[in-house]
């Protein structure tokens, strides 16, 4: 009977063998921080651009001016934050997706294994 550290390196050996696309987790744990980031910096900039916003004044036409300018810049805080959001989904989701799937692919295995033996023993 086999040890669970075989069909550990078993098993590991077989996913080597399939020749999956694994990533680069370096990049993706990069590119998942970058996310962050951007989300970070969106919503700290919508907030500035609301103070801004908020505190216009001087003549009629400068502040509406004022104020236009910083809805613009809101906008394009906005949009950084969900890039910034879907980036670190995409990556913290990939990452975990990834290990569920390789657990998955385990305990089938030794599910299988116990089966096996129990039909062989008979």
């Given at each position: 009977?086999?040890?669970?550290?075989?069909?550990?390196?078993?098993?590991?050996?077989?996913v080597?063998?399939?020749?999956?696309?694994?990533?680069?987790?370096?990049?993706?744990?990069?590119?998942q921080?970058?996310?962050?980031?951007?989300?970070?910096?969106?919503?700290i900039?919508?907030?500035?651009?609301?103070?801004g916003?908020?505190?216009?004044?001087?003549?009629v036409?400068?502040?509406?001016?004022k104020?236009?300018?910083?809805?613009?810049?809101?906008i394009?805080?906005?949009?950084?934050t969900?890039?910034?959001a879907?980036?670190?989904?995409?990556y913290?989701?990939?990452?975990?997706?990834?290990?569920?799937?390789?657990?998955?692919?385990?305990e089938g295995?030794?599910?299988?294994?116990?089966?096996?033996?129990a039909?062989?023993?008979?």
């Amino acid at each position: 009977m086999e040890t669970t550290g075989d069909r550990i390196e078993q098993f590991k050996s077989e996913v080597t063998d399939l020749n999956l696309k694994t990533g680069n987790p370096s990049r993706e744990k990069t590119l998942q921080t970058i996310g962050f980031v951007l989300m970070l910096v969106g919503i700290i900039g919508g907030i500035i651009c609301y103070v801004g916003a908020k505190n216009a004044s001087g003549d009629v036409g400068i502040a509406a001016a004022k104020i236009q300018e910083q809805i613009v810049f809101a906008i394009w805080f906005l949009i950084l934050t969900v890039v910034g959001a879907a980036m670190f989904l995409r990556y913290a989701l990939a990452s975990f997706l990834r290990m569920w799937l390789l657990r998955q692919l385990y305990e089938g295995q030794a599910n299988t294994d116990r089966i096996v033996d129990a039909v062989s023993k008979r």
